[in-house]
């Protein structure tokens, strides 16, 4: 008992172990309190940095991208507002079970979902840009909630989508955009730093799932959204085109089609079609569908080329009255046969409008020996063989003129009918554009400008050339003449049928069942200027332009004419300038005694324009510098205004003393010319 403690001394004992473990409890808290303190109140690195990984993020903002429309603002690509599923691989639950069905709700690969959801990061997509049944279906499988709220681990990201609401209309123009909604084709990729807009990178705070929760605010302001496009393209137009190609390519069998409308005073595009057609909003579309062949493909153009031709051999002094002899159907050079399309055509002596009436691929040959290759190889330089069109569209095609130095007579006889040179269908369009507009080269736009182009086209042959060239085009669509179905009642038009034999990859020589048909040409004498081409690749059957590519001319050409009102020839009642000029020289009058006709039929046109041009208005019409009129007499003035639509007003005999518009004056087609003559 001795050696036991009392009670008193055990209440003491007690009181002092309390003390001592009090003591250390304070002293341990006021140490951690004191490193809370300093952790709080000093700046540490390596804690701030541990801090910003687990709690803050750099999150992107992404702009709105701008819209694409047509020239009169009709929506072609729009963004629409779109889910996407992501998930913390870190915070997934129950995850054979989310596994199982992520992959059946949204039709992904078990092994894709898997591999996802077992990266060792904090955000992974799921998919991206779900549609209504995939949301209906994460509903259903309970993935996410009546209330809207998902499993643990995962949550929705509100993202913007590129939607074509016209689905295949303009396709191969407007191109395509990427997951991210960068443009990787045709517009979306050309114009994608216009509408791409600008991003932002803000500080995001990540609640404990990882996800974004607040940013900053003001940092976010500065997103930029992207600015809209507007194509030089008619949606109206365009719709019927397409109809038009897609019938005839299902009617003729052939493998693909394009067809160009453009305007020819300014180079606008109305309508720029393709086929085979895709739909942009699908995915998993080949390549080989999606391509814009009108300016990424090149081909032969056959007979087409004839008129560059003859442009050339009446710009180096020749007429369409010259004649060369076609050798009854046969013509060798170099010893290799030349001969015509068809077995039956057998012309002996023909001049240059006939050789275009009748497609002779002889007497193009012939006329191409005679002119030269120097001076052929010019004109071709000339009209941009070789080069790009400048329209700016990626992937655009130069096409190919064999060098000068590769350039033997057989060469020189092949590429006079439209054989041994690449060509794109812009390349051609634009050609036949210069017979159109008075001998200017014109560049091919797709982006509308309101504003009006002050930027004067190159100049690649006369207006009279020009006149006469369309002159002979004139001659295909009539009655025996190779374009006959390319006719459209109550309008004069001019055009030539190409046939062209498709070159076998395999071999290197002309295929003899494949063959790409064309026709290119306008209506004469109407406004707008507009050209028209069209082609079919590899028809099946009866392959020869007259019988394809020429109705399909006309069948676009009567879209065309609808689309923008244009009067037949009936309802404009033009009076013709000269005997034997074609519809393309002619003035309106508002007067009928202004001038006899008698002193019309008289004149003799000039080789070059006295109007300077001046640019063109955004409805395409062109512009030109009034020159001075005054102390001419009537038909002096006619002789300076021919082949232009202007409504001429004249009053009194004599000679001109004042005129309207005054001299330096902006005069566009279609506007008024006042003249007042008095006796001298």
Known sequence: MGGRLRPTELGIEFRRRMTVLMVGCLL??????????????????RLEQMSRKQFQSKVLIRPRRGVIADRSGEPLAVNLEANSLAANPLKIE??????????????????????????????????????????????????????????????????????????????????????????????????????????VSVEAIKDALGRPSLIDAVAAKHVEDGEPVQLTLDASLQYAVEQSLRDSVLKTGSKAGGVVVMNA?????????????????????????????????????????????????????????????????????????????EVKEKFDWINLRKIIKHSSNIGAAKVALKLGADKYLKTLKDYGFGSKTGSGFPGE????????????????????????????????????????????????????????STETPKRVISEKVAADVVNALLAVTEDDGTGLKARLDGYDVAGKTGTAQVVESTTGTYSRSRHIASFIGFAVGVEPKLVIFTSLDEPKGVYFAAETAAPLFHDVLNAVVNRFSIPPRSETAPVK??????????????????????????????????????????????????????????????????????????????????????????????DVVRLALVDP
């Open 397 to 452: 095609i130069s096409g190919r003129v064999p060098a000068r130095k590769e350039w033997q007579p057989l060469t020189l006889a092949n590429i006079g009918f439209g054989q041994g040179v690449l060509v794109t269908p812009m390349q051609m369009t634009r050609a036949y554009a210069s017979f159109l507009n008075g001998g200017f080269l014109v560049t091919p736009k797709l982006i509308k400008d309101d504003a009006i």
């Open 577 to 670: 300038l000269a005997k034997g000029k074609s519809p393309h020289d002619r003035i309106q009058f508002s007067q009928a005694k202004a001038i006899a006709l008698s002193a019309v039929n008289q004149l003799t046109l000039p080789d070059e324009p006295a109007l300077q041009w001046q640019g063109a208005t955004p409805k395409g019409q062109m512009i030109w510098k009034m020159p001075s009129l005054k102390g001419m007499t009537a038909r002096e003035a006619i002789h300076v205004l021919h082949g232009h639509s202007f409504r001429l007003e004249v009053r009194g005999d004599g000679v001109i003393q004042n005129q309207f518009p005054e001299e330096g004056k902006a005069l566009a087609e279609g």
């Open 265 to 341: 005073a300014n180079g606008e595009i109305l309508a720029m079609a393709n086929q085979p057609a895709f739909n942009p909003n699908m995915s998993g579309i080949p390549l080989d569908r999606r391509r814009n062949r009108i300016l990424t493909d090149g081909y032969e153009p056959g007979s087409t080329l004839k008129a560059v031709l003859i442009a050339s051999a009446m710009s180096n002094g020749w007429k369409l009255t010259d004649q060369v002899n076609a050798e009854h159907g046969s013509f060798m050079v170099q010893g290799k046969k030349i001969s015509e399309a």
């Open 28 to 45: 341990v808290a006021g140490a951690i309190a004191s490193r809370a303190a300093y952790i709080q109140f000093w700046n540490n690195p």
């Open 94 to 199: 129950n995850r054979r079970t989310l596994i199982r069905l992520l992959s059946k709700a949204m039709d992904l690969p078990v092994a894709m979902v898997t591999k996802r959801l077992n990266e060792k990061k904090e955000f992974v997509w799921i998919k991206r840009h779900l549609s209504e049944a995939e949301m209906g279906k994460l509903k259903r499988f309970k993935i996410v909630d009546a209330d809207g709220d998902l499993l643990s681990g995962l949550w929705m990201v509100r993202e913007s989508e590129r939607i074509y609401p016209h689905g295949e209309l303009a396709a191969h123009t407007l191109g395509a955009v990427n997951i991210d909604s960068e443009g990787v084709e045709g517009v979306e990729l050309w114009q994608n730093e216009k509408m791409r807009g600008k991003f």
